[in-house]
């Protein structure tokens, strides 16, 4: 959701006028029932970004980018050449 935030300036799930409490099982309902995507990548972001975003919110979490291990994510396109132990 974060790189969706970055990426479109806005949250992909809109959650319009809640009760105090209400935002956490509102959102939870959003992400169950509505499958979110970036359609048309934003000046400056790459095609894959567009991807890894896309795969991280799939409705599904078993086919969920990352579901197998934080590896499936440290392997993704979009990541290519990144230093994951100059990260450490």
């Known amino acids: ?14 959650v319009n ?3 105090k409490g209400e935002s956490r099982q ?16 934003p000046s400056g972001w ?4 567009q991807d890894f975003t896309n795969r991280c919110l799939t409705t599904d979490p078993a086919c969920r980018l990352g579901a ?3 590896e499936d994510l440290m392997r993704h396109a ?5 230093d994951w132990d100059a990260l450490k």
């Open 46 to 49: 790459s095609k894959n970004s």
């Open 1 to 14: 959701m974060i790189t969706y935030e970055l990426m479109l300036g806005r949250r992909p799930f809109q």
């Open 68 to 70: 197998s291990g934080v």
């Open 17 to 19: 006028r809640l009760k």
């Open 78 to 82: 979009w990541f290519k050449g990144f």
């Open 26 to 41: 509102t959102i939870k309902a959003q992400i169950q029932k509505e499958q979110v995507k970036v359609l048309n990548v």
